[in-house]
């Protein structure tokens, strides 16, 4: 079997290899994590993937290029402290690690270190990054630490 | 279908396609709801209350009692898990995880990249003619990809003999892309065929634009 699609690839995993939940019972409670997953997914990602930015770059040159990014990073991620801020524990929807983790994280980490982003308006968001930053499951998963790592 | 005691409340707009996939699902599902207008083009989306509900300014966002959901893929998900009657996602894991590729497609691929500001930002900086080109390659490629992926998996509808969560996320954008942006849908025979499927159903002729009630026409 083959998926494609990292939601659908997490999902899938949720459902054939229930141990270690990615997701909480609770029915409201996932609903925050489906939110979050989506607002990195759709709203945020789509506009920062690099076929994107090479277009506006190629028209109007890379100072527009980043005032892109940093418009819907900055978007999304106001909306995310918002969501999350009556529901977060030690990580995003609690004292687990869940589905809107797994979205955030990484999306964390490429706005500190791709885009080097002023991160000081998401206070929670900012803590988050240093509890995943804690977490071997998350360090071992890092660009860095791939086979395929390229220094750049 | 329309009365205050409904539990669920849909915060919508008749041309948004995103919300046009919660009406049809709501349909299937067999589920009443309050249909209650934000007028896009207005700005009604910016209003302090509406902010309260959906911080990005978007619709759809559904509310059931306490509850309040953004978002259409996260809101399709927990109706399918509150209300599990007329399932949105079939058992078998190989489809299951079809449907959700494509709902993602579609959803993150796909409708960011030609909802209305992204392209008023795009003709604004670039012109008209290259808002056009930029939406018709968003377009296209995201069709080609659901096209091939379709293909052997297609019968009346996207992904077997059931209306599904791809059929929701794909009819709505088939007919944006053929009435909005004159896409030519013969180019893409399953995709065609899927929407022909979905277009003879009550439940997604109720969920047209212009059969909502804050369609001007």
């Avoid at chain 1, 909306?79 to 030690?90: P, Q, T, V, Y």
């Avoid at chain 1, 990580?91 to 690690?97: M, R, S």
């Avoid at chain 2, 277009?199 to 001007?216: G, H, I, N, T, W």
């Amino acid at each position: 079997m083959v998926v494609a699609d990292s939601f659908a690839i997490l999902m899938y995993l949720e459902e054939k290899y229930p141990q270690h939940p990615l997701l909480p019972q609770d029915l409201h409670k996932r609903a925050i994590n489906y939110q979050a997953a989506n607002i990195v997914s759709a709203s945020i990602q789509p506009l920062q993937n690099l076929v994107v930015l090479k277009y506006i770059e190629e028209k109007c040159g890379s100072g527009e290029r980043l005032a892109w990014v940093k418009h819907h990073i900055e978007k999304g991620f106001a909306a995310l402290e918002k969501l999350l801020k009556d529901h977060a524990g030690k990580y995003a929807t609690g004292d687990e690690v869940f589905l809107a983790d797994l979205f955030l994280a990484p999306q964390i980490h490429a706005a500190l270190k791709r885009f080097k982003m002023d991160m000081t308006e998401f206070p929670l968001l900012l803590r988050l990054n240093d509890a995943y930053n804690e977490l071997p499951a998350f360090q071992d998963a890092m660009p860095e630490k791939q086979p395929d790592y390229v220094p750049s | 279908m329309m009365s205050s005691s409904s539990k669920l409340v849909l915060y919508s707009y008749w041309q948004s396609s995103c919300a046009w996939r919660v009406r049809f699902a709501l349909n299937i599902k067999g589920l009443a709801y309050e249909y209650r207008s934000v007028h896009l083009r207005k700005g009604e989306q910016f209003s302090p209350e509406f902010k309260k509900l959906n911080p990005l300014c978007f619709v759809p966002v559904l509310v059931d009692g306490d509850i309040v959901v953004s978002d259409s893929f996260a809101i399709l998900l927990y109706l399918n898990e509150k209300y599990p009657q007329i399932a949105l996602l079939p058992s078998d894991p190989q489809l299951r995880a079809l449907n959700l590729q494509v709902s993602n497609i579609v959803s993150s691929s796909m409708q960011p990249l030609i909802m209305q500001s992204i392209l008023k930002y795009i003709e604004e900086k670039f012109g008209p003619a290259e808002r056009q080109l930029w939406v018709q390659h968003n377009i296209e490629r995201g069709f080609q990809a659901l096209e091939k992926l379709l293909k052997d998996f297609a019968s009346t509808y996207a992904t077997g003999e059931e209306v599904y969560m791809a059929d929701v996320f794909l009819a709505p954008q088939i007919s944006v892309a053929e009435m909005r942006f004159n896409i030519d849908m013969s180019k893409f025979p399953t995709l065609n065929r899927i929407y022909k499927s979905c277009k003879d159903l009550p439940e997604f002729q109720a969920s047209v634009p212009e059969r909502q009630p804050d369609a001007e026409l």
